[in-house]
């Protein structure tokens, strides 16, 4: 788009002078970032990148003998984006870290305006609570706590749990809408029992007097893997799609909008020996593998991944998958926003 302009030094010397002289009144020439403020198509500062669990496990469980999850509010480490270091976040848009909570550990209750999502990876017998309602962490489960909903995690049980969290923290932040508060009491008292909000919201009805907005974020909080498991396994006697295997988008039963209305989550199963046509699409996205393994190649870099692993394939960057088992992930990016934008698009290569 730029056009190739042959500046005499004199011009060259008068516009840079221009351009000292009204920097110093915060104003710059549009025409020297418009290629950039106005690109063809997007070219994300993000990269591709890959975390494997088996080193990532040591990291958290030795993070676990420095601070307790009490002295820590959330005892997390983030996953940063290779290319964008210091800034707390995996794509642009999205955050995600590991979460730690230790046998009799309690995250204190708070609540704030981003929205989280917890996948669960490792370990038995924690719990969150949302709103008044625990359930139980079980492995592959998906669990959300929408904005503003007061959330804690503890652990009943007797081996450490590490789960996945996803929020929206880089968009709240570019908006400077984020507000928190802490809860004077530490853990929530249970209101409903365990398996409430599944039972009415998310089993096919709803509640007689329930209206929901369309922009509302789900009551389901939790989407139990055991579920997508079968879901998926039911799709799979049926035809695939050759750049996605078998793939679910993770809804609000009570409405079909994602789950929030910031994130949106999918699962998707590759049979062995799959491999998917190369895809791209504008939402730069996180997955993990739940079970499986096998190759993922991102523009020209390729990894082998694992149970647990976790990596990020930025905006507009091609994407390859390649099953060597048959293989379960879960994926998250901010997809709903860019279609409530009219900004979201995808190709198939
Ligand atoms: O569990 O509430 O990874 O507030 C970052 C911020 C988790 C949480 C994170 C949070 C939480």
Redesign the pocket.
Known sequence: MHAPQNLSPEARQQRQAFYDRIGQKNMTPLWEVLGALVPPQPRSPAQAAHWRYAELRDQVLEAGRLITAEQAE?R?L?LENPALRGQSCITQSL?A?L?LILPGEV?PA?R?T?S?LRLVMDGEGAYTAVDGERTTMRRGDFII?PAWTW?D?GNLGNEPVVWL?G?D?PIVRFLDAGFAERSEQSSQDALRPEGDALARYGSNMLPMDYQPKLADPTKVFVYPFERTKASLAGIAAGPIDAHHGHKLRYVNPATGASPMPTIGAFAQLLPAGFETCPYRCTDGTVHVCLEGGGEVQVGDQSWSFEENDVFVVPSWHTLTLRARRQSILFSFSDRPVQQALGLWRDERL
Request: glycine content about 6%; hydrophobic content about 35%.
């Open positions: 959330r997390v983030i955050y870290g979460q995250a708070h704030h981003q989280a706590t959330h995690h969290d929020l923290i």
